[in-house]
């Protein structure tokens, strides 16, 4: 500490500078502690042991391109998930950015998709891995463990789908873990699956629904911790089911999913009391390495 005195007016604080900077480029104090406190956070219910890797606020106008892309890896002006017999056509317009949140709308439109079929709705989705015309380049964002995490709001309604899960990103269906699927008829069950092939190369799965409170009445968090030893699923940072056959636990790099279906043969079709649009909303995404 040095004796020479100043005038005040002369010198500025650390803090005073810092914030004149921030606010010639266009952002706030505040929105810098934001930051800060978002690179120091552990995910929802945890202490510490656990490095920040991935995050998505949602806090641009439009989209982050560099981390999402916005149909599977193969796209036709749009796709969807065949094997589900699915009745939405995903659209690169039903997926937006607005007030700090991800949306995925769904809404009855008839759209031509797949080989000329006719699909009755329009809906959104987006991805941390890459589209098969960018092969070999790397998905935007996979890992091999770690702790995968969504705060989000879902809508109701019959033969809504809203979903959270994990695929492999040597672009196979299986292994799959679903952090979460809710049926909309039944928002207050939260649907937990692990689905993996066992030795003999036959599709297994193993799953656990939670009762719970009505979900797409407010905003919850959900997350999984995926390690050599188990995958546990997390509802509000409260542990809800885990995995632990550890023979069958992956390892190999996943990526992120999230999407909103509409129809198809588990949820089954819309109804009369369906709302429309229905939106899908997403406050952060986040993913974790063990330390």
């Known amino acids: ?5 100043t005038n005040p007016e002369s010198q500025l604080k650390p803090a005073m500078c810092l914030a004149v900077a921030l606010l010639l480029l266009g952002c706030s104090p505040a929105e810098t502690d934001a930051a800060v406190a978002v690179d120091g956070a552990q995910p929802l219910g945890q202490e510490d042991g656990f490095n920040l890797v991935f995050n998505d606020e949602f806090d641009t106008q439009t989209l982050n ?4 892309t916005r149909c599977y890896w193969w796209d036709k002006q749009g796709c969807t998930n065949l094997s589900n017999n699915n009745l939405q056509w995903y659209m690169r317009d039903n997926v937006t950015v607005e007030d700090g949140k991800l949306v995925l ?6 759209v031509v998709g797949w080989e000329g079929r006719k699909f009755p709705y329009t809906s959104g989705m987006v ?3 890459r589209y098969y015309a960018e092969h070999p380049s790397a998905s935007r964002f996979d890992a091999t463990y770690g702790f995968f995490e969504m705060r989000a709001k879902i809508p109701a309604g019959q033969g809504l789908w809203p979903a959270f899960w994990l695929l492999p990103s040597k672009h196979e269906s299986l292994p799959e873990i679903d952090i979460m699927e809710v049926l909309g008829h039944d928002p207050s069950l939260l649907e ?3 689905h993996y092939r066992n030795s003999a190369g036959e599709k297994r799965s193993a799953g656990y629904a939670v009762r719970t409170t009505n979900l797409s009445q407010g905003w919850h968090t959900y997350g999984v911790d995926w390690s050599p030893e188990h995958i546990i699923w997390y509802l509000d940072g409260q542990e809800v089911w885990r995995f632990s056959d550890r023979s069958r636990i992956p390892n190999e790099p996943m990526y992120m999913i999230v999407n909103l279906a509409v129809g198809g043969d588990w949820p089954g079709n819309p109804d009369e009391t369906t709302r429309f649009p229905a939106r899908m909303e997403v406050d952060y995404i986040r993913a974790w390495s063990h330390e």
């Open 127 to 129: 991805t941390s891995g």
């Open 105 to 110: 709308t769904a809404r009855p439109e008839t």
């Open 65 to 68: 391109r560099l981390k999402w």
């Open 1 to 5: 500490m040095h004796d020479k005195v």
């Open 192 to 194: 937990l699956h692990f």
